[in-house]
């Protein structure tokens, strides 16, 4: 994951109860706002046991292998970790039997299948605990790992859905569809039997959407994809790897509040983990499924592979080839990709499917595992959140004798933010991040702007506040220091692709002074991004690592594009400020000098080595003046012609020809006002800025510094205005702002 250059300022200025947001579409990529955790009478009364209910549901046959019904919450004793445990419900699951025909009725018709422009997003209901929502009913999650799988594989894989929709199907099975295509867990359909909408889905998915394509191994074997000068792949495996494993750990938590039987078939092109570095995140992974009560049956969508010798792909580089390397490297891929599958299967209770093209005996093996069980649950006398293992043991009391009982063994107790490992705190913020929900334990704040840095790219700041008091002090050698982590991503909204991320942990040390003011001022973290024209949806996660507490900012917001501008003056957002500091003061620093002053040439923050501290709440003190900062440009225009050497020079004239023409330089004027209603209370005067010609975009930088003491305290509209007086346009910017005493 990309580490930005990042600065964290303390900010001379309280936060603001009241957030502001611009009004005016001239800046539309510009974003003021903030999530609010609740206070005061909107703070939620929560009532806390730390009592669990476990939920196990038993198989129970006699010696012939056939169900035994009719028991009771009586029948059964369960002990955990050998304390016996109080049974507080027991309810039986009768189920079709799956080799039973599909009701004719029940076969959807070809004219009754819909192809979707866009594929809802919904999210696995839950139930209430105690309480069994799909009676008599048997549960199948289709999952598919697009981020895996080439389009071969992932059309083998839909159509062995559609074939089991369509053929298999009984009437005792519900089936939901999630997907994972990179970025984040879809749940495309809720459990349901309506097959007409499965198959829609189905189909909808077939055409194109969401579909991913990866080649992603690293040795001298694979293939030459023709991105010789591209970055490695083994540089990214690791991550690649545990995000697949996270979102699979997140769909099996999805499905976690649900008592029934539940059975997870995997679609995926293999999974090859990196030695030792992916383990943690697989027993997480594991973990989470045996937790929630769901088994994976993994099915790799390649099928039956007789060698990867092949014209769909580049020869291998390398002298391997000649070797015999290359076979051997490629057999062994292929096998540990499977052994991952292989062992995801294994120690959730599932099997895996290998060498097979029929990837709907996945589905239907998945199927036949479920037969008639009892749902058991108990509240556990263990209280304590210290994550280690609790093993189970269920017996059926007598009369009954000679039954044969199957059943989760154990689970894995939660923990307590005190007992986190850095893996789990790596797991927390990446499953935050794929919730669709926002976390507002810690109040955040966010401003977005633009700045045209050529005619295609824009350079995109990003500032988030974080208000000091809600932030732990923890002493640490005798020093005072905050811990922040930071988390997130910005999506192309269209498609959803993943542009760039953010991943870092922060200690920042505060002298006695600063930290005694942090309860009533706060950080800032900045960094800025490359984009291009267009909507973005950006989600950022900070979390005080002393206490756990997260909070979270999603939004989408537009970088327009100033080269199709015509009608008015193209400018960029604007930045309103009430203070700047040198750009090499800064509480936490990760770039070295060098980089500092390679970064400052380009961030369009730092005007004259000094950072403009964006105010983002939009709240002012007439004590101190506002500094407003915009650029406007003139794309057209051509850079002015290089100043003739001194010293003698001859000059030629070709008869009929013109000279080249100079440019004219158009001054351009701007001013700053501030209303109340329909009344001017404030203007700036005027003034004349000149473009810089020296630039391709012949950019004019617009800075104004505003004595806010004439004005009472109060709402105001402030208004930049940008006027071409020689091209007859101009630009109008406008915001809401507040200035207190």
Same mark, same amino acid.
């Given at each position: 994951?990309?580490?930005?250059?990042?600065?964290?300022?303390?900010?001379?200025?309280?936060?603001?109860?009241?957030?502001?947001?611009?009004?005016?579409?001239?800046?539309?990529?510009?974003?003021?706002?903030?999530?609010?955790?609740?206070?005061?009478?909107?703070?939620?009364?929560?009532?806390?046991?730390?009592?669990?209910?476990?939920?196990?549901?038993?198989?129970?046959?006699?010696?012939?292998?056939?169900?035994?019904?009719?028991?009771?919450?009586?029948?059964?004793?369960?002990?955990?970790?050998?304390?016996?445990?109080?049974?507080?419900?027991?309810?039986?699951?009768?189920?079709?039997?799956?080799?039973?025909?599909?009701?004719?009725?029940?076969?959807?018709?070809?004219?009754?299948?819909?192809?979707?422009?866009?594929?809802?997003?919904?999210?696995?209901?839950?139930?209430?605990?105690?309480?069994?929502?799909?009676?008599?009913?048997?549960?199948?999650?289709?999952?598919?790992?697009?981020?895996?799988?080439?389009?071969?594989?992932?059309?083998?894989?839909?159509?062995?859905?559609?074939?089991?929709?369509?053929?298999?199907?009984?009437?005792?099975?519900?089936?939901?569809?999630?997907?994972?295509?990179?970025?984040?867990?879809?749940?495309?359909?809720?459990?349901?039997?309506?097959?007409?909408?499965?198959?829609?889905?189905?189909?909808?998915?077939?055409?194109?959407?969401?579909?991913?394509?990866?080649?992603?191994?690293?040795?001298?074997?694979?293939?030459?994809?023709?991105?010789?000068?591209?970055?490695?792949?083994?540089?990214?495996?690791?991550?690649?790897?545990?995000?697949?494993?996270?979102?699979?750990?997140?769909?099996?938590?999805?499905?976690?509040?649900?008592?029934?039987?539940?059975?997870?078939?995997?679609?995926?092109?293999?999974?090859?983990?990196?030695?030792?570095?992916?383990?943690?995140?697989?027993?997480?992974?594991?973990?989470?499924?045996?937790?929630?009560?769901?088994?994976?049956?993994?099915?790799?969508?390649?099928?039956?592979?007789?060698?990867?010798?092949?014209?769909?792909?580049?020869?291998?580089?390398?002298?391997?080839?000649?070797?015999?390397?290359?076979?051997?490297?490629?057999?062994?891929?292929?096998?540990?990709?499977?052994?991952?599958?292989?062992?995801?299967?294994?120690?959730?209770?599932?099997?895996?499917?290998?060498?097979?093209?029929?990837?709907?005996?996945?589905?239907?093996?998945?199927?036949?595992?479920?037969?008639?069980?009892?749902?058991?649950?108990?509240?556990?006398?263990?209280?304590?959140?210290?994550?280690?293992?609790?093993?189970?043991?269920?017996?059926?009391?007598?009369?009954?004798?000679?039954?044969?009982?199957?059943?989760?063994?154990?689970?894995?107790?939660?923990?307590?933010?005190?007992?986190?490992?850095?893996?789990?705190?790596?797991?927390?913020?990446?499953?935050?991040?794929?919730?669709?929900?926002?976390?507002?334990?810690?109040?955040?704040?966010?401003?977005?702007?633009?700045?045209?840095?050529?005619?295609?790219?824009?350079?995109?700041?990003?500032?988030?506040?974080?208000?000091?008091?809600?932030?732990?002090?923890?002493?640490?050698?005798?020093?005072?220091?905050?811990?922040?982590?930071?988390?997130?991503?910005?999506?192309?909204?269209?498609?959803?692709?993943?542009?760039?991320?953010?991943?870092?942990?922060?200690?920042?040390?505060?002298?006695?002074?600063?930290?005694?003011?942090?309860?009533?001022?706060?950080?800032?973290?900045?960094?800025?991004?490359?984009?291009?024209?267009?909507?973005?949806?950006?989600?950022?996660?900070?979390?005080?690592?002393?206490?756990?507490?997260?909070?979270?900012?999603?939004?989408?917001? /537009?970088? +327009? =594009?100033? @080269?199709?501008?015509?009608?008015?003056? &193209?400018? #960029?957002?604007? !930045?309103?400020? $009430?203070?700047?500091?040198?750009?090499?003061?800064?509480?936490?620093?990760?770039?070295?000098?060098?980089?500092?002053?390679?970064?400052?040439?380009?961030?369009?923050?730092?005007?004259?080595?000094?950072?403009?501290?964006?105010?983002?709440?939009?709240?002012?003190?007439?004590?101190?003046?506002?500094?407003?900062?915009?650029?406007?440009?003139?794309?057209?225009?051509?850079?002015?012609?290089?100043?003739?050497?001194?010293?003698?020079?001859?000059?030629?004239?070709?008869?009929?020809?013109?000279?080249?023409?100079?440019?004219?330089?158009?001054?351009?004027?701007?001013?700053?006002?501030?209303?109340?209603?329909?009344?001017?209370?404030?203007?700036?005067?005027?003034?004349? /800025?000149? +473009? =810089?010609? @020296?630039?391709?975009?012949?950019?004019? &930088?617009? #800075?104004?510094? !505003?004595?806010? $003491?004439?004005?009472?305290?109060?709402?105001?509209?402030?208004?930049?205005?940008?006027?071409?007086?020689?091209?007859?346009?101009?630009?109008?910017?406008?915001?809401?702002?507040?200035?207190?005493?």
């Amino acid at each position: 994951m990309r580490r930005p250059k990042l600065r964290f300022h303390l900010i001379g200025i309280a936060v603001a109860a009241v957030v502001f947001a611009a009004v005016t579409p001239a800046a539309s990529a510009q974003l003021t706002g903030a999530n609010k955790s609740p206070t005061g009478s909107e703070a939620p009364t929560i009532v806390g046991t730390g009592a669990r209910l476990v939920v196990e549901t038993v198989v129970v046959k006699d010696k012939k292998g056939n169900p035994i019904t009719g028991l009771t919450e009586k029948d059964f004793t369960i002990t955990e970790d050998g304390v016996p445990q109080k049974i507080s419900f027991c309810t039986y699951q009768s189920l079709t039997e799956a080799a039973e025909a599909p009701l004719p009725e029940a076969q959807p018709k070809q004219e009754d299948i819909k192809i979707y422009n866009r594929l809802a997003r919904e999210q696995i209901s839950s139930e209430t605990p105690g309480q069994v929502k799909y009676k008599d009913k048997r549960l199948l999650a289709l999952y598919f790992d697009m981020s895996s799988m080439p389009e071969p594989d992932q059309l083998r894989a839909l159509t062995a859905a559609e074939k089991f929709v369509r053929t298999q199907m009984t009437p005792a099975d519900l089936v939901a569809v999630l997907r994972y295509a990179g970025s984040s867990v879809d749940v495309l359909q809720d459990f349901t039997d309506d097959r007409n909408r499965l198959l829609s889905i189905l189909e909808t998915m077939v055409v194109g959407e969401g579909q991913g394509d990866t080649d992603t191994s690293s040795d001298d074997a694979s293939s030459d994809t023709g991105a010789a000068f591209g970055q490695d792949d083994s540089e990214f495996n690791i991550f690649t790897t545990d995000r697949q494993l996270a979102a699979l750990q997140t769909a099996a938590e999805s499905m976690e509040h649900l008592n029934e039987k539940k059975e997870m078939i995997y679609f995926a092109s293999g999974m090859t983990l990196s030695g030792m570095d992916n383990q943690a995140q697989l027993h997480a992974t594991e973990q989470a499924a045996l937790k929630a009560g769901v088994a994976i049956w993994a099915a790799d969508a390649r099928g039956l592979v007789a060698n990867n010798f092949d014209a769909s792909r580049g020869s291998a580089g390398g002298s391997s080839m000649y070797t015999g390397g290359m076979g051997r490297s490629m057999g062994s891929r292929m096998e540990q990709s499977q052994d991952t599958l292989y062992a995801l299967a294994g120690d959730t209770g599932g099997k895996a499917l290998l060498d097979n093209n029929d990837l709907t005996q996945a589905i239907v093996n998945a199927q036949k595992s479920v037969t008639n069980y009892y749902i058991v649950g108990y509240t556990s006398t263990d209280l304590a959140l210290n994550g280690k293992f609790r093993k189970i043991k269920v017996t059926v009391n007598p009369p009954v004798t000679e039954a044969s009982l199957d059943y989760r063994q154990g689970y894995f107790a939660g923990k307590q933010w005190g007992q986190f490992t850095g893996a789990d705190k790596d797991r927390q913020l990446e499953d935050a991040l794929m919730l669709g929900d926002p976390v507002t334990e810690l109040t955040i704040a966010m401003e977005i702007n633009y700045f045209q840095l050529n005619k295609a790219e824009y350079q995109v700041p990003v500032m988030i506040k974080i208000p000091g008091r809600e932030l732990a002090l923890a002493k640490k050698r005798g020093a005072e220091h905050t811990l922040i982590d930071f988390i997130g991503e910005i999506k192309d909204d269209y498609g959803g692709t993943t542009e760039t991320n953010i991943r870092d942990h922060v200690d920042i040390k505060l002298s006695d002074a600063t930290a005694a003011e942090l309860a009533k001022r706060p950080i800032e973290y900045s960094t800025f991004y490359t984009l291009l024209p267009g909507k973005h949806t950006i989600k950022v996660l900070a979390r005080d690592d002393e206490t756990g507490r997260i909070g979270t900012f999603q939004t989408s917001f /537009v970088v +327009p =594009n100033l @080269n199709k501008e015509t009608k008015r003056v &193209p400018i #960029s957002s604007v !930045v309103l400020s $009430s203070e700047r500091q040198s750009y090499q003061q800064a509480i936490y620093n990760v770039a070295k000098e060098k980089e500092q002053n390679k970064e400052a040439a380009v961030d369009p923050l730092v005007q004259n080595g000094l950072k403009i501290i964006p105010s983002v709440t939009r709240v002012f003190s007439k004590g101190k003046n506002l500094f407003v900062f915009l650029q406007a440009y003139e794309a057209d225009a051509a850079p002015a012609p290089a100043a003739p050497a001194a010293g003698p020079t001859t000059t030629a004239t070709v008869v009929g020809s013109a000279a080249p023409a100079v440019p004219s330089v158009r001054p351009l004027v701007a001013f700053v006002s501030f209303y109340q209603g329909q009344t001017k209370v404030l203007e700036t005067k005027p003034e004349e /800025v000149m +473009p =810089n010609m @020296n630039t391709r975009l012949q950019i004019a &930088p617009m #800075s104004f510094n !505003v004595d806010l $003491s004439p004005l009472a305290p109060g709402k105001y509209d402030c208004q930049v205005t940008v006027l071409d007086p020689a091209g007859q346009k101009g630009a109008f910017w406008q915001s809401e702002i507040m200035v207190v005493p």
